[in-house]
């Protein structure tokens, strides 16, 4: 089964290719996404940080 995940941000480190004991391929990368919320007064979206996953 292949599942696609679209993540919008930026790339914090170069991605680190391995493989699992059992001959998965694994790669792993940092990622900050921008986190905005919608601001109903203003009727505009509003950027309040960053986003940091580690996977």
Do not use: C, H, Y
Not at 34 to 42: E, N
């Amino acid at each position: 089964m292949n599942d696609n995940v679209t993540i919008l941000g930026r790339v914090g480190a170069d991605p680190k290719r391995s493989e699992t004991t059992s001959g998965v391929t694994v790669v792993n990368f940092r990622v900050a996404s921008p986190q905005r919320r919608f601001d109903a007064k203003s009727q505009t979206w509003i950027e309040t940080g960053a986003n940091t996953q580690i996977r």
